[in-house]
């Protein structure tokens, strides 16, 4: 064991985050942290590294348990070190020996004391112990799998953007080897070849790995645990997220199950409790049926997803037939050629997604189109267009000290605090969550903060690069609803593919330096593609191998059933209860005959009539002996219920 959390607690203020739960870190583990934006999990991680006390539990930590933390906070680093030296900074023991090393060479060339050669000799030894003469290489090694190509590593670290220096940093913590390496969300700085690089060079870790993420794909390729953070406790699921979500299903139908029984059965007890509470020979149960409804541990109803709000995200402008036209662009990073003379058209009502293997040109592309990056070449801006971008380093945009609503208001939508409001309630925020302060939001809030921000805005021309990330999936769905609202234009940039196929009409890939487009979906793209690289095959012959039988997926334990309750005592549970009700509603029925019966009584007609009004009278006191005796029999039926609950009970 590595790390042990036992019954912990912990809350910010009145919010409880997280409620006596318990995980235990061991040795291998490949964990996936998941759990709703907002929920606490980044929080939890500050927990275990030590950033925040517990208010009740206890952690536990073997004994010089080395601990990496990849979080946002990184980003405030800062050096003009070049990104190798950084890089290698996580070999600080053979750093050390490395300068002593020279320092010592420095002295033995004015002297020959044995001492001193002594020393020298040793922290040779030392240095070749520690794998001295690697290191460079190592680090070269992993910072290329990042993406860096071999000219950049020795480019200072400030030159760098804050994805790429994020980059960096988690090439130190790897390098690092700590028995515990935790990693908040490291895809959202990634690209799809260095997410790959990252989940094989993972896959050989030495110490056990947490990873935060709201990317499927990626848990799925890496952990075999998932621990889920879901009503402030921690779930544990064995498995990657595809078991995890399996298993979800079933205990979700458990949990509703259980819930609506649990319903059924107050609900129950308190009609009981109402009817016989002024009754003397039963307030004295009645009373003790309520002691023990309160004391009852209440099942949580599962929850129902995020409540849709309908809205229309319109423009206030209407910009002109073309947004934006570009004309023989050529675009170059140095020997990279990223747009060869180049054209492309953008009409309103477009909402195009850039796609493609080349991170780096989808991203200029876009600034292009915004008319942020230089080019030579013609870019032609619409009339009445007015742009807004959404960039990963938009999060650092906002305004920490803000609240959610301030930060809104900013944004020069001219909207009434109310408009904003509801606004925000589409954007997940509701009721006095608008008054948070931007500095205590988590990851995915700051996100969809950043989000309404440029939605809600005075652009009908979004670019968008990369928008889901930090999304958890619900965030997820709201954005695709709300582009689906927007009634502007917008360029998108994604490597989500299913979101993707939700929002964009069109379809345009950087090919040879040439953007292709394609008008139609996604979907519609894919199976263009298919049948594209179809023709250009030669036919084959059809070819079935054998061995794609895959390994059976690993299995959940199965929820462990109550085998304590017989059998037969459940049947007869079941009967009793089912009698019990069959009473209740005979006493229902029964009462509203007689309320009818009095009225007609009471009615003139009949009060008239002696032939019908004794006839009425008899119904009325026979049904009146029967109500009695269904009393009598519910009140037994009742008893016999409880008796054989408390039975099954143990
Ligand atoms: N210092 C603080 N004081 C009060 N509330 C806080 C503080 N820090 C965070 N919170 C709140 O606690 C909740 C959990 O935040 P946390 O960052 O742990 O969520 P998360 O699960 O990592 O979410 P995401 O998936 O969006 O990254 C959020 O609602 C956040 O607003
Ligand atoms: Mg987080």
Known sequence: ????????????????????????????????LIGLNGTGKSTLLRIINGEYTISKGSINKIKNLSLGFFNQDLLSFETDDSILSVGMTAFEQALKVEKELEELTAKLEHSQDEALLHEYSDKLHEFDTLDGYNIRHKTATVLEGLGFSTADLDRPYNQFSGGWRMRVLLAKLILQQPDVLMLDEPTNHLDLPSIEWLEKYLANYNGAVIIVSHDRYFLDRMVNKIVELYQQELHHYAGNYSDYEEEKGLRRELQQRAYENQQDYIRQQERFIERFKAKASKAAQAQSIAKRLDKLERVEQVDGGPSKIR??????????????????????????????????????????????????????????????????????????????????????????????????????????????????????FQGDDVFKKIRILSGGEKARVALAKVIIGQANFLMLDE????????????????????????????????????????????????????KGTYAEWEEWKKRQALAAMPPKPEKKSAATARPEPVKAPEPARNNAIDKDLRKELQKQQKQFQQLEQQISALKSRLQQLETDMADPGVYADKQKFQATETAYKEANATLSKANAAYEEAFEKVMELEQKAQG
Not at 332 to 344: C, D, E, M, R, T
Not at 368 to 393: D, K, L
Not at 490 to 495: G, R
């Open 1 to 32: 064991m590595l790390i042990a959390l036992q019954d912990i607690t912990f809350e910010f203020g009145a919010r409880t985050i997280v409620e006596d739960s318990s995980w235990h870190i061991v040795p291998g583990d490949r964990v996936g």
């Open 311 to 428: 809205m229309n995200f319109s423009v206030d402008k209407m910009p002109g037939k073309i947004l934006c036209t570009l004309e023989g662009v050529d675009k170059s990073f140095g020997p990279i050629q990223v747009l060869k003379n180049a054209g492309a058209e953008i009409t309103r009502g477009d909402k195009i997604a850039l796609i493609g293997a080349n991170g780096k040109g989808k991203s200029t592309l876009l600034r292009i189109i915004a008319g942020t990056e230089p080019i030579s070449g013609n870019r032609i801006p619409g009339h009445n267009v007015v742009t807004s971008f959404y960039a990963q380093h938009q999060l650092e945009s906002l305004h920490l000290d803000n609240e959610i609503l301030e930060e809104l208001k900013g944004c020069g939508s001219g909207k009434t605090e109310m408009e904003l409001r509801s606004l925000l309630g589409c954007f997940l």
């Open 467 to 518: 928008p889901t990330n930090h999304l958890d999936i619900n965030s997820v769905e709201m954005l695709i609803d709300a582009l689906g609202k927007y009634e502007g234009s917008l360029v998108l940039v994604s490597h989500d593919r299913y979101f993707v196929s939700k929002t964009a009409n069109k379809i345009w890939e950087i090919v040879d330096g040439e953007i292709k487009e394609f």
